[in-house]
């Protein structure tokens, strides 16, 4: 069945520091991957998505991914966090049995340490 | 354009009674979702809808209703209401684009609690 899993569940970072959230899929053909940001309150907004082509993404907000077919993963990345990044992050994969729908992970809280 | 909205914004329900959730969207998507948020569980697809008067059953679709008589609104129903379905509702929408799996837009939550 298809699944996707974020190992962390709270990743702490510094202002400034690099990050890498991770996401591991499991899927039976080529995926079609998606990260999305939700800040605290608010619905859920599209950060990246890969479909195919290109295995680094770049997305809004400085922030990029990358798939790596061998390892079944689409680690999130930026270089340098802002405070204003502090959310919760899902990683999802699709399509689902048609009809576009999308499994999701369950989700990496970020806290950014000033 | 308001994207996708959801109405109404916070719910709390007696154990038993009902309640129907609106969701509207102005981009014009044939698709659409209900989705429920439990902590530590992230987001669980209730059911969604292919297109206006289609429904169909996602992953946890039991004890809700749902309804799509016009393209760009689907209603969720709760029958009888139930603390297990205390959550926060997110509605979302997509097209089809073209064959392949597009962005799905997110209304701003529901969150409902039910005592």
């Known amino acids: 069945a298809q699944s996707v899993t974020q190992p962390d569940i709270h990743i702490t970072v510094s202002e400034g520091a690099s990050l890498e959230l991770r996401c591991n899929y499991s899927?039976?053909?080529?995926?079609?991957l998606f990260w999305y940001v939700q800040s605290p309150g608010q619905g859920l907004q599209l950060l990246l998505k890969?479909?195919?082509?290109?295995?680094l993404v770049q997305g809004i907000k400085g922030f990029e991914a990358e798939f790596k077919r061998s390892q079944s993963s689409f680690n999130l990345r930026k270089p340098s966090v802002h405070w204003s990044d502090a959310a919760e992050y899902f990683c999802?994969?699709?399509?689902?049995?048609?009809?576009?729908?999308?499994?999701f992970g369950q989700g990496t809280r970020l806290t950014i340490n000033p | 354009n308001a994207g996708v909205t959801q109405t109404p914004k916070f719910r709390v329900l007696k154990t038993g009674q009902s309640m129907t959730l609106l969701c509207a969207q102005d981009?014009?998507?044939?698709?659409m979702y209900w989705y429920r948020q439990d902590p530590g569980m992230g987001l669980r697809l209730i059911h969604y809808?292919?297109?206006?008067?289609?429904?169909a059953k996602g992953e946890v679709p039991d004890g809700y209703n749902v309804s799509r008589l016009k393209k760009q609104n689907f209603l969720l129903g709760l029958e009888s209401a139930a603390p297990s379905q205390t959550s926060v509702y997110f509605c979302?929408?997509?097209?089809?684009?073209?064959?392949?799996?597009?962005?799905?837009?997110f209304g701003p939550g529901t969150r409902l609690t039910v005592l």
């Open positions: 809808s292919v297109g206006e008067g289609t429904t």
């Open positions: 890969y479909f195919s082509g290109d295995t």
């Open positions: 981009m014009n998507h044939e698709y």
């Open positions: 979302a929408s997509s097209s089809p684009g073209g064959g392949y799996t597009d962005t799905q837009y």
């Open positions: 999802a994969v699709g399509p689902i049995q048609g009809a576009q729908k999308l499994v």
């Open positions: 899927y039976g053909a080529t995926p079609y």
